[in-house]
């Protein structure tokens, strides 16, 4: 029941640290990308990269990522993204493998505390050689199942919350994903455009 007491105690600090962090990191993302991407095409790349820093959020890292490497090849940028995008990656993860192994071993826990626990009681009925009390048999029977309900009472909303905030991490990696691929398309027909410009002019 301790062990059980500091595993609840655990997920609910990492839970409310994940839920703070993750929905402050939310943005309007096809706003902020669609703002920079008018910026880029207008030939605005500081006021883009300004943009792309007020705003917080691994959308607005891994676009100011991009923005800070136009003018390079387009794979070294799309290089210089993924590793933005990574670093995001990481940083929302932190600590949801640990609330996951909470959900997965409270009701383990339980279990093991309710066989543990009617071992004791048989323990106790074998050395009556017999005489056996219905009523303090049943008692400590309940008392051993405690366990597995305070572990499954853990377990389901740790569970719940680790589905919750998993799919808050997904859906900014997809977000990151356009993004990236919005930047790099911009930057290939502002290159496009560019050669287009220099041959017209040579001619």
């Known amino acids: 029941m301790y062990v059980l007491l500091g595993c609840s105690i655990v997920a609910l600090a990492i839970a409310l640290e994940r839920f703070y962090n993750l929905i402050r990191s939310q943005n309007d ?12 095409v207008q030939g605005k790349f500081l006021e883009a990269l300004k943009y792309a820093k007020q705003e917080r959020g691994p959308v607005a890292a891994v676009l100011e990522a991009g923005i800070q490497n136009y003018g390079r090849d387009l794979k070294e940028v799309e290089r210089n993204m993924d590793l933005a995008a990574e670093q995001e990656l990481y940083r929302m993860r ?15 826990l339980g279990l093991l505390g309710t066989v543990t626990g009617e071992i004791r009681v048989f323990n106790v009925l074998s050395n009556l ?17 405690l366990t597995t309900a305070y572990g499954l009472l853990i377990a389901i909303p740790v569970s719940i919350a ?12 997809t977000n990151m994903n356009r993004a990236s691929a919005e930047i790099l398309d911009t930057f290939a027909n502002l290159k496009s455009e560019i050669s287009e410009r220099e041959t017209s002019d040579i001619a």
Do not use: C, F, H, W
Request: charged share 20%; aromatic share 4%; no cysteine.
């Open 162 to 173: 680790y589905s919750y905030l998993d799919s808050l991490v997904i859906k900014n990696v």
């Open 94 to 108: 932190k600590r949801l493998p640990a609330l996951e192994i909470i959900a997965t071993i409270s009701p383990l």
């Open 29 to 40: 993302a096809e706003k902020l990308i669609g703002g920079v991407k008018r910026l880029l």
């Open 129 to 145: 050689q017999g005489l056996s009390d219905p009523v303090a048999m049943s008692s400590g029977i309940a008392e051993a199942l």
